[in-house]
């Protein structure tokens, strides 16, 4: 498939169409909704993997504060507020892909469905039916795993959050010791969503291999 096409379609149709007109618009350049469905998972899965390397940058950043025995404390805290920065961009990202992928599959599921109920031979009818009913039940684990990695990364940035913002206004060894306080649970968090992110990415491997059968 040619993903330039996907962009140029993106471009040219007005930014309030609805749904259904930017999809008929792919229709009609030869994208089918199936791949704009494992175009968008497989978007998805690379910002979760991108998403997974920022929150371990973040968290070896807050980790390397806690070892600060003196210098700059303002520039540290510039530092820490871009991670802070880059892991809430990476955040809205793993959202809207979320979202991205819910809107095509209500698209797909239901021109199938549709299309579904125009068989004319039971056999093929059943066939087609079963494979719907297949790829749905995946694409809900999917889904569901998604969303659970996602869950977990705002209380992650609730406290990256109040740490950057104390240090922000306590330029000194207070805002240190606030930080090595939290760290231990910064850490664990940290590593549980990185657990659930390679579930997450797993589970997109998964489905994008079934939706190509």
């Given amino acids: 498939m040619n993903y330039l096409q996907i962009l140029f379609i993106s471009w040219t149709i007005s930014l309030n169409a609805c749904s259904s007109v930017y999809y008929n618009g792919l229709e009609k350049i030869g994208i089918p909704k199936r791949e704009v469905m494992v175009y968008r998972v497989e978007k998805a899965r690379d910002t979760q993997q991108e998403t997974k390397e920022q929150f371990k940058s973040a968290l070896e950043q807050f980790t390397a504060v806690t070892h600060f025995k003196g210098g700059d404390l303002e520039a540290i805290y510039n530092k820490l507020n871009r991670e802070y920065e880059a892991s809430v961009d990476k955040a809205d990202e793993v959202k809207q892909r979320i979202r991205d992928i819910e809107d095509v599959s209500e698209a797909l599921f239901s021109e199938w469905e549709n299309e579904i109920t125009q068989y004319s031979n039971a056999s093929l009818k059943r066939s087609s039916q079963n494979k719907l009913n297949e790829t749905k039940i995946q694409y809900q684990q999917l889904i569901r795993v998604m969303k659970g990695a996602e869950s977990k990364i705002n209380p992650i940035l609730v406290v990256f959050k109040d740490q950057v913002m104390f240090m922000k206004h306590n330029l ?35 489905f994008i291999k079934t939706m190509g059968k």
């Fill in 172 to 206: 000194n060894a207070q805002a240190i010791a606030s930080l090595k306080t939290e760290l231990g649970s910064i850490k664990t968090d940290v590593s549980n969503l990185i657990a659930a992110m390679e579930k997450s990415i797993n589970e997109a491997n998964a």
